[in-house]
């Protein structure tokens, strides 16, 4: 098992900067590709980031590319998702999602994640 924990959320006026943060505890943190998702009511969840198991290499959804930056320090088992230049339309719930290494960090369908966090708002004023 993998427990994962966001934080970092809030309300931000649009062109603002947020920084979210997932806490992983359990199995070793190293052995998973990490990713950020995010729901807007009455949605499913999208993809949004990901990196793999070393930080190496990252992937990013047409919409936030150039504006997120994903990373990972396997020292505090910690993922981070670096927001900037915000738009009324990133609000949403933001939540970190864990696969195990051996999957492609292209792969971005929610049911091909293995464990999640709870969710973190995130809320985008004009």
């Known amino acids: 098992q993998v427990q994962l924990v966001e934080s970092g959320g809030g309300l931000v006026q649009a062109g603002g900067s947020l920084r979210l943060s997932c806490a992983a505890s359990g199995r070793t943190f190293s052995s998973y590709n990490m990713a950020w998702f995010r729901r807007t009511p009455g949605k499913e969840r999208n993809f949004v980031a990901a990196v793999n198991w070393s930080g190496g290499g990252t992937y990013y959804a047409g919409s936030v590319k150039g504006r997120f930056t994903i990373s990972r320090d396997n020292a505090k088992n910690t993922v981070y998702l670096q927001m900037n230049t915000l738009k009324p339309e990133d609000t949403a719930v933001y939540y970190c999602?864990?696969?195990?290494?051996?999957?492609?960090?292209?792969?971005?369908?929610?049911?091909?994640?293995?464990?999640w966090g709870q969710g973190t708002q995130v809320t985008v004023s004009s």
């Open positions: 999602a864990a696969a195990l290494k051996s999957q492609s960090i292209a792969v971005t369908l929610e049911r091909r994640f293995d464990y």
